[in-house]
């Protein structure tokens, strides 16, 4: 029987990072990919010949400086790409847009009110500020208070100590972004509509939240993760999409002599006194393990890969639990060209950033009721990403990709599933509302595919979609995160981690739960030598 000492399942980004940093600490690691590629929603195929697109994955995200240094990543090949802040597209031919430089957004602003002009440098400091305390503990594993070691209570003293010494104006902040709505906070700095719809938009995507929700207003501060100069916060992407990273990962994973199998889908978990001791492929092979990493949803993970018998009273049911909803669906557009948007200025900086189609807050939060009752949206948010505006590498040249996450799709109607005509419906809902701003948009068409949230499960193996494998409301982050007692990456079962986004962070950084929980791995071996 073959043997590895580490056994990841899924060559996600998550799952690569958690193989390198484990195969760098010594440890022979096996990742067992159940396609034939590498990424998981981060990958990218090919459309149309020439085109590359991201199927399921997002276009940007927050990489950790740290995780580009421990792996020097760029000396491995890896190029960062950095936009500026987006535009966001109203029916009446208005449009927001945002920018890096702080005198060019405020210029911008003061085109729709000079009060909210003069609000910008303290939002955008409020902003960073909120998006610092989130970066801190991006890459620690969470505090969880049913801890009781010596470390942990030195933690929550250290903690405690740190807001008794915040000024009441910082933990008067500190309170609104953690409990306001998306609505609500932003009143509080700007008044034109429509800035608060585009600032608000963006927020919204991959949440299963509604721009009055209370708690909507924490999802501002992580769009600020890549950093500032007093502008819109940039938006960063790998030169050649997220796959470029994931090939990287992989590259690295090798050079450290671990080993990457494809077509190689775990099925099972064998168990000998209570732990975790080999997986069990799809063709009956077994591999043993001295540690066993799911890449893989928490409710995949266990519910999927153990007998529930073999688990604790409850666990099954705690993990069962746990919110995961598909809200998204993604339509690819390969284009010979970019389309006329007739209501912007020709070569405007800032649609490098993406573009936001959804209306006013009215009509965000009339599509956020219809998802609530399962019915298709009448007129979604749409996100746009055109990775090519900066990256010609992904497409023929001329050509363009329209990378469009659809918001507010359920995963199943009130009155049955996605049929046909329904997929169609969206679709074509999707190209008028962009041909709305640019009427030429469907003559430059020459590819195109839609994935609705079962899609998304039956490819990726996100449980009804979930584009961060478990919501990111607040009851589920942190110490909750993926279940309360199992915030560090460990489990009840012996040998046995979790390290994809169903843990802390979630989707708030590129690779993060990955790199935590090899962390975990790493310290608790220590400690069995000790």
């Known amino acids: 029987m073959e043997r590895a000492d580490a056994v990841i399942i899924g060559a996600g980004l998550n799952g690569l990072t958690a193989a390198a940093r484990l195969a760098g600490a010594g440890l022979s690691v096996l990742v067992v990919e159940r396609t034939d590629h590498v990424g998981g929603g981060a990958a990218h195929n090919e459309l149309v010949p020439g085109y590359s697109v991201p199927p399921i994955g997002f276009s940007h995200g927050y990489l950790p400086p740290e995780l580009i240094r421990e792996f020097d990543l760029g000396r491995h090949g890896l190029q960062m790409v950095r936009r500026e802040g987006g535009v966001s597209l109203f029916d009446d031919g208005s449009y927001v847009a945002s920018y890096t430089n702080p005198h060019v957004m ?9 009060r909210d002009a003069d609000a910008w440098p303290r939002f955008a400091r ?8 989130i970066r801190e503990n991006l890459l620690q594993t969470p505090n969880d208070p049913a801890v009781r070691s010596l470390s942990a209570v030195r933690t929550r003293f250290s903690q405690a100590q740190q807001v008794a010494g915040m000024t009441p104006d910082a933990l008067y902040d500190l309170t609104k972004f953690w409990s306001l709505s998306l609505v609500d906070l932003l009143g509080q700095y700007f008044e034109s509509p429509e800035v608060i719809a585009h600032l608000a938009a963006p927020a919204l995507v991959g949440r299963a939240l509604g721009p009055h929700d209370p708690t909507s207003a924490a999802l501002l501060p992580p769009l600020w993760l890549n950093g500032s100069e007093g502008g819109a916060p940039w938006r960063m992407s790998p030169k050649g999409g997220t796959a470029a990273l994931s090939r990287v990962l992989c590259d690295i994973v090798k050079a450290r002599g671990g080993e990457i199998r494809f077509d190689a889908e775990v099925t099972d978990i064998k168990m000998t006194n209570k732990k975790a001791t080999a997986v069990v492929l799809a063709d009956g092979e077994e591999i043993s393990a001295g540690l066993v990493v799911s890449d893989l949803d928490i409710k995949r993970s266990f519910l999927s890969l153990f007998q529930w018998a073999g688990l604790p009273d409850g666990f099954a049911e705690e993990v069962a639990n746990v919110q995961m909803e598909g809200i998204v669906a993604r339509i690819n557009f390969a284009l010979d060209a970019l389309p006329d948007f007739v209501n912007l200025p020709d070569g405007l900086p800032a649609l490098s950033g993406g573009l936001n189609i959804g209306g006013a807050i009215a009509h965000m939060a009339r599509a956020y009721d219809d ?24 497409a023929p040249p001329g050509g363009h990709v329209f990378a469009v996450t659809v918001q507010y799709v359920p995963h199943e109607l009130h009155d049955g599933v996605w049929s046909p005509a329904r997929r169609d419906a969206l679709m074509q809902t999707v190209k008028d509302m962009i041909s709305h701003h640019a009427p030429d948009f469907e003559d430059r068409i020459v590819g195109e595919e839609l994935r609705v949230p079962a899609d998304i499960e039956d490819e990726a193996g996100y449980t009804r979609g979930d584009p961060f494998l478990g919501q990111m409301s607040l009851d589920q982050m942190f110490f909750n995160r993926p279940v309360p ?20 962070p979630g989707g708030l950084a590129m690779g993060a739960a990955g790199a935590n929980a090899a962390q975990e791995i790493i310290g608790s071996l220590k400690g069995r030598r000790k």
């Open 126 to 133: 409020d902003m960073q500020r909120q998006a610092n305390y």
């Open 106 to 114: 405020q210029r911008e602003l003061a085109r729709l009110s000079h």
């Open 371 to 394: 998802w609530s009752e399962h019915y298709p949206p009448g007129r979604p948010l749409l996100d746009i990403a055109i990775p090519t505006l900066d990256d010609p590498s992904l």
């Open 485 to 504: 007692g199992y915030s560090a990456y460990q489990s009840p079962i012996s040998n046995f981690y979790v390290c994809s986004a169903s843990t802390h």
